[in-house]
């Protein structure tokens, strides 16, 4: 369960609604920036009188930004797409019944979908970017929309920096030096698209690794958890974790699927259940178990509530809670687990702060240890009868 930096996750501040909510918390300063900025775009892209017909966005917090422009814009396609299953549902919430019917938010591994064609070119793509963001995923979200504008269609990208050097470079190395306008708070830049092909960097990132005398071989792409290696917990995981042949195991937050991959591969009759909140991570984890062989024995959800299609039916339940959100997401994992379990399965996490667990898991399990490894805590216990 993995948040884009660029679309600040559960425990992030001022995740707001739509401008024209008077009660709305207020958007983060990257996407405020780009609102400010929106009566000069349309301005000088002659957008005015209907110019506009397609406008592709990502949001830093509840769409903000596409329902503003989706209210003033109403015969235009406005999407905004984000990578994590949870914003999705947060900004279709606050939307609401009040949706704009030219509004479309959507949860999807790339901010341009593979089917793209040039006769759905858009005319304006708007990034709002974190400098405490992933810098990768940042450079392929900007590489795709410039790649999908329409010739003479403008890119559109803040940055809640007002020193920054660093989008203005890579702007500059896609399509030229951008306009840029600036705050106290932050800068945005524009650039027009321009004729001739997109350099398309591949930031996905193939590897391997080994657990118990296997060598798997796995793809990672930007934006996704512990991105080009396999994570410390997870190494935890794997050498803690007991996965009898014929197990049902169930990983909570997938990521790109190292326990996936792992526990199906402990035997043939081992059937596995992944599942994250994040498109992306949920595509790498389908192609590695397709590299690795495993497609038959592995099955992949996009989810992001922690439930399962069947409840109190898997032997073992797994988990690498981030360490953000004051223990609220790893409180979902727990709950998440004790639902899937039967009585007597038993679940294992890795985790810095076990004490949080000794506090929690009493509820619905027994049996609670916790082992110091490598400066992490595995945590094993049995779901209560």
Known sequence: MVTNPAQPGPAADSLGSSPSSPTALPPKTSERLLLEAWPQVVKAGGHEEGGLQRLLCTSAGRAQLARFVAERHPGAAIACVYQDDYLVKLARAEVGNSSPPNLSIVCQADLVAAEHRPETAIDVAALPLSSQGDG???REQLQQCYGALRLGGRLLAATD?????????QLTTLAGRPKRSETAEGAVYVVERGEGPVRMRNFDCEFAFRDAGRLFQVVSRAGVFSHRRIDPGARRLLDAMEIADGDRVLDIGCGWGPVALAAAARGPQVAVEAFDSNARAVECTRQNAERNGLAAQIVVRLESDGRTDRPGEFDVAIGNPPYYADFRI????????????????????VTKTPERYFETLPRDFTEITAEEVKGYAVVKAERRG
């Open 161 to 169: 920096n007002p020193r920054d050097t660093w989008l203005a470079e």
């Open 330 to 349: 790893a409180e979902l994992f727990i709950y998440s687990a004790a639902r899937a379990l039967r009585p007597g399965g038993r679940l294992t996490m």
């Open 136 to 138: 990768e995923l940042a």
